[in-house]
């Protein structure tokens, strides 16, 4: 099972930036990836996902500002943010599962392995 461990996590204004990274601890070539996040009180929600062309799938919430990218010879997956809202204030977790079939971002809290996760708070 691969282990994952995220960075990049941080406090930024409303309208900034920021960019997760994921780093895998075995070639990710074989994995379909994804971020999800989970804020106090409210359930798990996938923001992104990637599958193993690269082709991405988001949620209306992010779609636009948040771009998922994987670097298969670096073993790293990536989360750009941008234009950051303060409803966009979570943990989150990087995730992977080696199944046939990728999920779109729906299900992707389904995967079977994930980090520890990175805080991104966004307040003025």
């Known amino acids: 099972q691969v282990e994952l461990v995220e960075s990049g996590g941080d406090s930024v204004q409303p309208g900034g930036s920021l960019r997760l990274t994921c780093k895998a601890s075995?070639?990710?070539?074989?994995?379909?990836l994804g971020w999800f996040r989970q804020a106090p009180g409210k359930e798990r929600e996938g923001v992104a996902s990637i599958d193993r062309s690269g082709i991405p799938s988001y949620p209306w919430s992010v779609k636009g500002r948040f771009t998922i990218s994987r670097d298969n010879l670096e073993n790293t997956l990536y989360l750009q943010m941008n234009n950051l809202k303060p409803e966009d204030t979570a943990m989150y977790y990087c995730t992977a599962d080696s199944r046939d079939y990728c999920f779109d971002f729906d299900r992707i809290i389904e995967y079977g392995s994930w980090g520890q996760g990175a805080q991104v708070t966004v307040s003025s």
């Open positions: 075995t070639s990710i070539a074989k994995y379909c």
